[in-house]
């Protein structure tokens, strides 16, 4: 089936610096969405993307939905032990009511106090 | 607003027994509703998507099956749990009709089969 590649698998940093993550796909999406999981809860919705080289913010997050609509990163700066969790990527083909998503296979991030 | 609930929380069933898990939306009207499974905390794998009342769609062969009874209402069941069939099971929602599609999730319910 369809994946995507997100890049890197785990990560380990020190409280206060920044983060990067990002997915490619072999086809074009029209939607790119990022979440956020913490350990024993279901993932939570941080940023959605809908046009490509779109920019988006949200606190201390940034993504973009890159220009050939085949890639999107995440970026966080200035971490703290709160971003510990799994993030994932996932992106939509077309414009489909049914709307199925393809995920990343997450990014696990920990950080050091 | 909107929220999405998931029942049992967690669960430990032996092998060769049935299965019931339950999702319910509250606050919209008929939405998408989506059944995934997620082992060893990654990779979510799409078992099930509904885009109404009685219809369900499967996404890969399983142990598995699902059925929607009621507009915000969505089950997930087995007449005979195999051990694979232990994860992390998460339930999801989008707006029906929305073509972009952000999905809101459910806390989940992990299944553990012995």
């Known amino acids: 089936g369809q994946q995507l590649n997100q890049s890197p698998q785990s990560m380990f940093i020190q409280e206060g610096e920044d983060v990067s993550m990002n997915c490619t796909s072999s086809s074009i999406f029209n939607t790119w969405l990022w979440y956020k999981q913490d350990p024993g809860e279901g993932p939570v919705l941080l940023i959605a993307l809908y046009k490509a080289g779109e920019l988006t913010s949200n606190g201390r997050l940034t993504a973009q939905f890159g220009i050939t609509r085949k890639d999107s990163f995440l970026n966080i700066s200035a971490s703290i032990p709160s971003d510990v969790g799994i993030y994932f990527c996932a992106g939509l083909h077309g414009s489909s009511n049914t709307g199925k998503l393809i995920f990343g296979q997450g990014t696990t991030l920990q950080v050091k106090p | 607003s909107q929220t999405i609930h998931q029942w049992p929380a967690t669960l430990v069933q032996p092998v060769g027994s049935p299965l019931s898990l339950e999702c319910t939306v509250e606050?919209?009207?008929?939405?998408?509703l989506y059944w995934y499974r997620q082992a060893a905390g990654r990779g979510l794998q799409l078992l099930f998507y509904?885009?109404?009342?009685?219809?369900i769609s499967s996404e890969v062969p399983q142990n598995l099956s699902a059925s929607r009874p009621q507009d915000r209402q969505f089950i997930l069941s087995s007449k005979k749990l195999l051990l694979s069939d232990s994860g992390f099971y998460l339930c999801?929602?989008?707006?029906?009709?929305?073509?972009?599609?952000?999905?809101?999730f459910g806390p989940g319910t992990r299944l553990t089969v012995l």
């Open positions: 606050g919209t009207s008929n939405p998408n």
């Open positions: 509904s885009v109404g009342i009685g219809q």
């Open positions: 999801a929602w989008s707006w029906g009709g929305n073509p972009y599609n952000e999905q809101f």
